[in-house]
T-cell receptor, first 115, second 114 residues
Framework: KAGVTQTPRYLIKTRGQQVTLSCSPI?????VSWYQQTPGQGLQFLFE???????NKGNFPGRFSGRQFSNSRSEMNVSTLELGDSALYLC??????????????FGDGTRLSIL | AQSVTQLGSHVSVSEGALVLLRCNYS??????LFWYVQYPNQGLQLLLK??????LVKGINGFEAEFKKSETSFHLTKPSAHMSDAAEYFC????????????FGTGTRLQVTL
């Protein structure tokens, strides 16, 4: 069974640009969550999608957005990039989010560098 | 809101020695607790989880953790460290209703020496 796939693995952008990251969950998983990992702030929850609807959102500015497609694949977008957006962005999938003790399975992440 | 505190950002043990990584949580409702491991340039791999069943949880690679409500702790242990255990370990908490929203600790980097 294929794991969570994130593309691209590495990305270099400049300030002011925008970027789209992609995540394909494990087959059958319908919940997708996104996390940002930086040395200073650690792992922080961005948002979660289930059935194409955003269910939870972390404390990030509106420049960070996401969506989920009918096949459960998800994308996140960051507009007007800032130097502080340099991070490893991790996607995680699970069967379903509600009242669930189903663990999340993580992809290897997209490392975004802002110049 | 829930939170996790991991004591010790770096822990060093000798190969064959006991591994003990500490995690304390705060939650207003019974939590779900997890330990994840991260190797360089990789994502997070689940080691074990506590979801209100047995308080002693066994995970992969010989790791286990004990949920102690009275101490609000969920420490990770392994009887005998192996060189391949060198990695960063994260404790995380979630609560029913927002089970997919994990709150992570700051991580503990485990070094294993010969």
């Amino acid at each position: 069974k294929a794991g969570v796939t994130q593309t691209p693995r590495y990305l270099i952008k400049t300030r002011g640009q925008q970027v789209t990251l992609s995540c394909s969950p494990i087959s059958g998983h319908r919940s997708v969550s996104w996390y940002q990992q930086t040395p200073g702030q650690g792992l922080q929850f961005l948002f979660e999608y289930f059935s194409e609807t955003q269910r939870n959102k972390g404390n990030f500015p509106g420049r960070f957005s996401g969506r989920q497609f009918s096949n459960s694949r998800s994308e996140m977008n960051v507009s007007t990039l800032e130097l502080g957006d340099s991070a490893l962005y991790l996607c995680a999938s699970s069967l379903a989010p509600t009242e669930s003790n189903q663990p999340q399975h993580f992809g290897d992440g997209t490392r975004l560098s802002i110049l | 809101a829930q939170s996790v505190t991991q004591l010790g950002s770096h822990v060093s043990v000798s190969e064959g020695a006991l591994v003990l990584l500490r995690c304390n949580y705060s939650s207003s409702v019974p939590p779900y607790l997890f330990w994840y491991v991260q190797y360089p340039n990789q994502g997070l791999q689940l080691l074990l989880k506590y979801t209100s069943a047995a308080t002693l949880v066994k995970g992969i690679n010989g790791f286990e953790a004990e949920f102690k409500k009275s101490e609000t702790s969920f420490h990770l242990t392994k009887p005998s460290a192996h060189m391949s255990d060198a990695a960063e370990y994260f404790c995380a908490v979630s609560v029913p209703g927002t089970a997919s929203k994990l709150t992570f600790g700051t991580g503990t980097r485990l070094q294993v020496t010969l």
